[in-house]
T-cell receptor, first 113, second 115 residues
Framework: AQSVTQLDSQVPVFEEAPVELRCNYS??????LFWYVQYPNQGLQLLLK??????LVKGINGFEAEFNKSQTSFHLRKPSVHISDTAEYFCAVMKDSNYKLTFGKGTLLTVNP | GAVVSQHPSWVICKSGTSVKIECRSL??????MFWYRQFPKQSLMLMATSNEGSKATYEQGVEKDKFLINHASLTLSTLTVTSAHPEDSSFYIC???????????FGPGTRLTVT
């Protein structure tokens, strides 16, 4: 069975600073990788995904992530964060193309002025 | 974009009673929906797959007689927590795949508190 580890439960940063949210996964087979964001009182929204091809994936709101197969990582980055990026971020994997997702525990990103 | 709604957003019930949670796809048809459960500070855990017109399939360790799922139409799936106990208190989230690019849309969740 696969598992997803988000190494940081909380990440506080100042506005306009860069940020990296870390995600590692374990799986013996190829997987699809996703990052979701959850704002208060809203459903999870897809930020970006890796299915195949280029290992650097660009998503919405200026976020990007890099798939590293050898390190089984899919870290999320943004070069300059805004107050509005404050939210919970979830990394997730899907195997077997069955749409079933295994999630990490989430990282709360707090952007301070 | 596609929207998935859940009702209620928050419910409190007494131990031993049953509570029904609705998940609706508002502008698309969903032949499949997923139900997740999230404990505080924990990840979302897949409970079951809801299939329109057929029985739901449950993940290992999930009691199908306790968590009844009905997917009677292409836009509505319901999760009924039967004979609820305090340990069933949790955040329940549904999602609906759109079968394009392996994406799916999530509802805002329902917080269940059993007293």
């Amino acid at each position: 069975a696969q598992s997803v580890t988000q190494l940081d439960s909380q990440v506080p940063v100042f506005e306009e600073a860069p940020v990296e949210l870390r995600c590692n996964y374990s799986s013996s087979v190829s997987v699809y990788l996703f990052w979701y964001v959850q704002y208060p009182n809203q459903g999870l929204q897809l930020l970006l995904k890796y299915l195949s091809g280029s290992t650097l994936v660009k998503g919405i709101n200026g976020f990007e992530a890099e798939f590293n197969k050898s390190q089984t990582s899919f870290h999320l980055r943004k070069p300059s964060v805004h107050i509005s990026d404050t939210a919970e971020y979830f990394c997730a994997v899907m195997k077997d193309s069955n749409y079933k997702l295994t999630f990490g525990k989430g990282t709360l990103l707090t952007v301070n002025p | 974009g596609a929207v998935v709604s859940q009702h209620p957003s928050w419910v409190i019930c007494k131990s031993g009673t049953s509570v029904k949670i609705e998940c609706r796809s508002l502008d698309f048809q969903a032949t499949t929906m997923f139900w997740y459960r999230q404990f505080p500070k924990q990840s979302l855990m897949l409970m079951a797959t809801s299939n329109e017109g057929s029985k739901a399939t449950y993940e290992q360790g999930v009691e199908k007689d306790k968590f009844l799922i009905n997917h009677a139409s292409l836009t509505l799936s319901t999760l009924t927590v039967t004979s609820a106990h305090p340990e069933d208190s949790s955040f329940y989230i549904c999602s609906a795949p759109i079968f394009e690019g392996y994406e799916q849309y999530f509802g805002p969740g329902t917080r269940l508190t059993v007293t």
